[in-house]
């Protein structure tokens, strides 16, 4: 077996190089995939050596279905609105433009400095649209009557106690592709990966005095 082996090897040499590649050709590949990773880091995991560990969520842009889920939710909607983790700003934009008062959320330098350029590009006077690189972990959102939020689902539970302790009773929360699981929900759009949900604070708070008795066997 192990002449098999070796005569195979030979044979295949030509296919199969077995030369040691140059140590310049490695040290630039190495290079090269350490700065690709370093960008990456940049963008999809914002801020991490602020926030606590069980609590960071990596940077997933909302797509354009998503998107069109959260404005339709919103619809009717008036007041202030806080974007949890607003990435590049493409909602906190889209929430203003329908006549929002918007505050965006998120601890990436970058994708923060990308967005407040697009608003002044644009023209969107900071009274309509403002991104702010704080932890919403630690900022109070009782002033806040709209909250969206595209987070992760290991974070939901620790968010819903957050936002019943804060928000007021009128508040309206959206969450995207990821559900408040003990949450009653008071309607949802899209299906798949771009479903959105909605939820009055109100209901969630009364469902939480009041649980619903099981049903009698």
């Known amino acids: 077996m ?7 090897l030979q044979d295949h040499s ?4 077995t030369n040691k590649p140059h140590p310049i050709v490695s ?53 202030r609105l806080a974007d949890l983790g607003s990435g590049d700003g493409r909602l906190v934009f889209a929430a203003s433009s329908a006549g929002f008062q918007c505050t965006g959320f998120e601890m990436n330098s970058i994708l923060v400095a990308y967005a407040r350029s697009k608003a ?15 932890d919403f972990w630690k900022t109070d959102l009782s002033s806040y009557n709209n909250v969206t939020d595209f987070l992760s689902p290991g974070v939901m539970e620790v968010l819903g ?19 408040f699981s003990s949450w009653p929900q008071k309607s949802s759009v899209g299906s798949g990966l771009e479903q959105t949900y909605a939820y009055d604070i109100s209901t969630v708070r ?11 066997k």
Request: charged share 20%; net charge positive; hydrophobic share 40%.
């Open 27 to 79: 040290a630039c590949t190495g290079a090269l995939l350490t700065g690709l990773y370093g960008v990456w880091s940049l963008f999809s995991m914002p801020g991490f050596r602020k926030i606590q560990c069980s609590l960071k969520v990596p940077y997933l842009p909302s797509s354009k279905g998503q998107m069109q889920n959260v404005m339709k939710l919103l619809e009717g909607r008036r007041g």
């Open 14 to 17: 030509g296919i199969f190089p």
């Open 206 to 216: 009364s469902h939480f005095r009041n649980p619903p008795r099981p049903a009698a």
């Open 120 to 134: 002044y590009w644009s023209g969107i006077p900071s009274s309509q649209a403002t991104f702010v690189k704080n």
């Open 2 to 8: 192990e002449d098999s082996i070796e005569l195979i």
């Open 161 to 179: 106690e957050k936002l019943l302790k804060e928000l007021p009773d009128d508040a309206h929360v959206i969450a995207c592709r990821f559900p």
